[in-house]
């Protein structure tokens, strides 16, 4: 069993920046697939970004992509999203997700374990 606790949302002029992190308890973290989805509100849950096992491998919906980044620390259990140059459509509730496979995923089924979701507001 794998527990995930978002934190770092909150409230941000459009063109700032915030930093959520994720912390998971358990020894599995080292050999998940995390990911981080979005989901704003009257809208279906998305897939912003996800990184591999070792952290060598990431990749980013192209609506973030340039401008978020995704990393890891497994020595702290911990993933981190540094989002950059924030807009106003990126107003949603954060997700952290974790995946027992191997391959990484964008699509949110696939994931096994989800946080509480934190919220970030982009103000226009």
């Known amino acids: 069993q794998v527990q995930l606790v978002e934190s770092g949302g909150g409230l941000v002029q459009a063109g700032g920046s915030l930093r959520l992190s994720c912390v998971a308890s358990g020894r599995t973290f080292s050999n998940s697939v995390m990911g981080w989805f979005r989901q704003a509100p009257g809208k279906e849950r998305e897939f912003v970004t996800a990184i591999s096992r070792s952290g060598s491998s990431t990749y980013y919906a192209d609506s973030v992509k340039g401008r978020f980044t995704i990393s890891r620390d497994n020595a702290k259990n911990t993933v981190y999203l540094q989002m950059n140059s924030l807009k106003h459509e990126d107003t949603a509730v954060y997700y952290c997700?974790?995946?027992?496979?191997?391959?990484?995923?964008?699509?949110?089924?696939?994931?096994?374990?989800w946080g509480q979701g934190t919220q970030v507001t982009v103000s226009s």
């Open positions: 997700a974790a995946d027992r496979g191997v391959v990484v995923a964008t699509i949110a089924s696939t994931y096994d374990y």
